[in-house]
């Protein structure tokens, strides 16, 4: 597959997106500090966009294979991601 042809496949996903639109700020901190319990009710409300998203799966892939370090994707935020990584 050729380095265009891999773009418009990623591409493709992130169209089907849930999470996008208006509501697509909830996936990443505030530029504001942002208490605990304001980060979980925002991350619960994230994922539960997640969880019937179409693309999750090539989402969280995604996240993973660039080591994304910020927001929720594919359902996992970032500690949840990297746990998953340390795990191999």
């Not at 265009?4 to 505030?30: D, N």
């Not at 693309?55 to 990297?82: D, M, Q, T």
């Amino acid at each position: 597959m050729s380095a265009s042809t891999s773009v418009r496949v990623e591409e493709l996903w992130q169209a089907k997106a849930s999470c996008r639109g208006p509501q697509a700020a909830i996936f990443f901190p505030p530029s504001h500090f942002e208490r605990k319990d304001e980060k979980e009710a925002r991350e619960n409300r994230a994922k539960n966009i997640c969880s019937s998203c179409p693309v999750r799966k090539p989402c969280l892939a995604y996240a993973l294979g660039i080591k994304e370090p910020h927001g929720i994707w594919g359902g996992l935020n970032e500690a949840e991601r990297k746990r998953v990584l340390a795990r191999g």
